[in-house]
């Protein structure tokens, strides 16, 4: 299929430091020439390499994606492992602002078990969503934070994992391309400090997390007292972890125990 020395030249020539290891994927995604080079011209054009061949390595798994969703980032694995490490066999797990379900797969992978629901407004996603999280017996819903959530999961959810959106509204322009013009702005806005989401999980989280249930949630360093203080604000005591090798911080917010 095509010449990989000339793929990796154009992949190099378009900016692309893994020339050779693009080149690799986008031929073994191909179906034929012709849809190799529609692929190429998809990355060079500067849309995420894993848009364009339709899946993202994440936790040692292959989540589906496509075109105009959130891309999984490695920094994430971190919150994934987090939330597996707080997570019991047959726990009430909840991925919230899931995008394409890759946190709430990742625990359901390695827990056994566990009851996995996944919600995220944007039905784009939730399509790759799907596709990502039922193999793990996972339930998707649809709507805006926890409106999307059954009435059944008040006070049940022992793991309640969030990656929202943290990026202050006036930094977006100076993200990589391949996130600012290629992923839903939504994904990415946090609002004016960056952490208006934060606080809008927060304001309900004891709603529905079981006593001594927990919340995990990522967050920049930077950002990381505001996101506290809105976790400490909804009523959740407050720690906070982070991975140098992974350049990540995640805010744990625990519930009150029952009578507490």
Do not use: K
């Not at 919150?79 to 995008?99: E, F, H, K, M, N």
């Not at 720690?239 to 805010?251: N, W």
């Amino acid at each position: 299929m095509g010449h990989v020395a000339t793929l990796v030249e154009r992949l190099r020539a378009a900016g692309c430091v893994f020339a050779e290891e693009e080149a690799e994927l986008l031929t073994g995604a191909a179906r034929d020439e012709g849809h190799l080079a529609e692929l190429l011209a998809r990355r060079v054009d500067g849309e995420p390499l894993e848009t364009v061949v339709g899946w993202a390595e994440f936790c040692g798994l292959h989540m589906e994606v496509g075109a105009g969703v959130f891309v999984p980032r490695r920094r994430s694995e971190f919150l994934a492992a987090q939330a597996v490490a707080r997570t019991g066999p047959g726990a009430v797990v909840v991925d919230l602002c899931c995008g394409v379900g890759a946190l709430g797969a990742a625990v359901a992978s390695r827990v056994p078990g566990v009851e996995l629901h996944a919600a995220d407004i944007d039905e784009g996603a939730l399509v790759y969503a799907r596709r990502n999280v039922t193999p793990y017996g996972g339930r998707v819903h649809r709507g805006d934070l926890y409106a999307a959530l059954p009435d059944s999961l008040r006070g049940r959810v022992d793991v309640l994992v969030v990656n929202a959106p943290y990026v202050p509204t006036g930094e977006i322009a100076f993200l990589p391309a391949e996130a600012r013009d290629h992923e839903p702005t939504a994904t990415l806005d946090g609002g004016p400090d960056g952490v208006a989401v934060h606080r809008r999980v927060a304001a309900e989280a004891t709603r529905w997390l079981a006593p001594g249930g927990r919340l995990l949630i990522e967050t920049s360093a930077r950002q990381s007292p505001l996101t506290a203080s809105a976790l400490t604000s909804g009523g959740l005591a407050v720690h906070a972890v982070t991975s140098d090798e992974f350049h990540a911080t995640v805010l744990i917010g625990t519930a009150p125990e029952a009578g507490g």
